[in-house]
């Protein structure tokens, strides 16, 4: 009966753990649509220590919250790669020693 006890305690540990990923998960897929938010994420994530091991209840969310996590790196990947190409853009524009005003004509 103890280990009863013991592996609801894991459980619910991980289902809290499972819960927060996916929130942080939803929040970075808003936040891939909106540039200023990306930076106010945290950039670090430490798995809890006091968790135990992970239920085989809790696999198939654990895989979901995995294969979500894989998404959102491609999606990501692509913002990176396009803010790259920006940035080269803006390297491109040739750098003046003079003081005299650069416009660059985003029309046409």
């Known amino acids: 009966m103890a280990n009863t ?5 894991t459980e619910e540990s991980w289902v809290a753990v499972l819960e927060q990923m996916e929130a942080d998960l939803a929040q970075l897929r808003r936040c891939t649509l909106d540039s200023e938010e990306l ?10 220590e006091d ?5 085989l ?7 979901a919250v995995f ?19 920006q940035l080269r853009a803006i390297d491109s524009v040739p750098r003046s020693e003079t003081p005299t005003a650069v416009y660059l004509d985003l029309i046409g």
């Open 5 to 9: 006890g013991i592996l609801r305690t």
């Open 39 to 48: 930076f106010e994420l945290p950039t670090s994530w430490d798995p809890p």
């Open 51 to 55: 968790a135990g091991p992970l239920p």
């Open 57 to 63: 209840s809790l696999a198939p969310r654990a895989q």
């Open 67 to 85: 294969t979500e996590m894989q998404e959102l790196a491609v999606v990501l990947k692509g913002r990176l790669d396009e803010t790259a190409r």
